[in-house]
């Protein structure tokens, strides 16, 4: 086989995962009246089935770095796309509570793998000149599952149920990672790498508080992709709308496409400016577009609607600048590990907006049930999801206090 070509091969099996799991983390929200129906829970129950894939997800950040270090993306990818599929079984054929919890949670675990390990493959089968381009179209590539996790797969569930459906996608998880064990090779190096974790690292890193104040920030400016985007968009434009599920989520997956083309242009822009100013921006942009979504426009264009998620999901991308800003912060031999703790704050924030945003419904729920499931109107989902331009705007004025705090120190 051509070494040129043999790179890419190794590339793709990583890159498969990464793609799939976003599908896998998309999913449940095509299917919540389902869910809600199965476990007989109102949504505050479904908030938490959404959030606790983001505490595996973000918990697994740093181990999942550990173990990639220690025994090699073959068999870290194998594993963990095994466990998300048995996971994806046991949450398909299950009536318990708890157990649909678990699983969700062993998905969580499994998909923080994905970039991970893609990243490791990289740096080690490419040279460290194309390390940062392949990172970036790999992001490129892995955001395609998010767009067809949308519409195409709504569209399946539709025609075949979606106990069928999940089946499938579980299996196809396991296949992924049979392939990876099977023809995945780690390539060997002539030196060794020193241990890049170490409990100094984490204690200095910790002590940080210009880092815990832009982790939050990032945190709360994360709800219109991980708070909406992820599960409760598809459902709110079904209920301000008459649009059928397949097509809800056919225009949240606008939002992906945004992020496509979203990381070059804003890092262009904070050339011009700094990562903080464009950030701002970012949040000052989220804020008006929800608070458009929610309550200026009643009557939802969809050209206007697919260019509005277009661009939401340009500003999304704000987490780029994000790490780009985390890495001035601290030493050359600390950036892997500050991009993974604010990776994994990040990741919490799911939890935060699905456990909120699922909370305030029912707070707003009228007591009208259907099928022996809770129906919310249209009112308890705007005020639910008024949380995501809220705390957008409180991450963006502590990202303008950061720059403000930076450009005194530097007079």
């Known amino acids: 086989m051509s070494k040129r070509i043999l790179p890419y091969l190794m590339w793709l099996l990583p890159l498969s995962f990464f793609t799939y799991q976003f599908i896998l983390r998309l999913w449940p929200s095509l299917m919540m009246q389902q869910i809600m129906q199965q476990f007989q829970i109102d949504a ?15 918990g697994m950040q740093i181990p999942i770095a550990i173990l990639l270090d220690r025994f090699g993306a073959r068999c870290v990818v194998c594993i963990c796309a095994v466990l998300c599929g048995l996971a994806t079984l046991l949450f398909t054929y299950t009536d318990n509570w708890i157990l649909a919890l678990i699983s969700r949670f062993i998905v969580g675990v499994g998909s923080a793998a994905g970039f991970l390990a893609t990243s490791k493959v990289i740096s080690e089968w490419f040279d460290g000149k194309y390390y940062a381009q392949m990172v970036g179209f790999s992001f490129t590539v892995g955001l395609l599952g998010a767009i067809y996790g ?22 196809v998880s396991i296949g992924i990672g049979f392939l990876t064990l099977l023809f995945l090779k780690t390539k060997k190096t002539k030196t060794k790498n020193e241990p890049s974790l170490r409990m100094k690292d984490f204690k200095k890193l910790l002590r940080s508080s210009t880092i815990w104040f832009l982790a939050i920030a990032n945190l709360l400016m994360v709800g219109p992709l991980e708070g909406f985007a992820d599960v409760w968009g598809v459902n709110y434009l079904m209920q301000v709308t008459a649009l059928s599920k397949s097509d809800a989520a056919g225009f949240v997956s606008y939002i992906f496409v945004g992020m496509l083309f979203g990381g070059p242009l ?13 950030i701002s921006v970012c949040s000052a942009g989220m804020v008006a577009a ?10 939802l264009n969809t050209y206007t609607l697919s260019a509005v998620f277009f661009v939401v999901g340009i500003l999304c991308c704000y987490q780029v600048l994000v790490f780009a800003s985390g890495s001035e912060l601290v030493s050359a031999s600390m950036l892997g590990l500050t991009v993974a703790f604010l990776n994994c704050v990040n990741m919490l924030g799911g939890s935060f907006f699905h456990s909120t945003i699922g909370w305030t419904m029912d707070q707003f729920w ?14 308890s989902y705007q005020k639910a999801l008024l949380i995501i331009p809220v705390a957008a705007l ?9 720059r403000l705090h930076k450009f005194s120190r530097s007079r």
């Open 366 to 379: 009228t007591g009208e049930m259907l099928d022996g499931i809770r129906v919310y109107t249209v009112s």
């Open 266 to 278: 804003l890092a262009a822009f904070a050339k011009r400016t700094s990562n903080y100013t464009i």
């Open 44 to 58: 505050t129950g479904f908030g938490l089935l959404a959030s606790v894939y983001y505490y595996g997800y973000a």
């Open 290 to 299: 929800f608070l458009w979504l929610l309550f200026v426009n009643s009557q």
């Open 394 to 402: 409180i991450g963006g004025i502590m990202v303008m206090m950061l």
């Open 150 to 171: 949308g519409k195409p797969v709504s569209l399946l569930v539709e025609n075949f149920g979606w106990q069928h459906v999940a089946f499938v996608l579980a299996f």
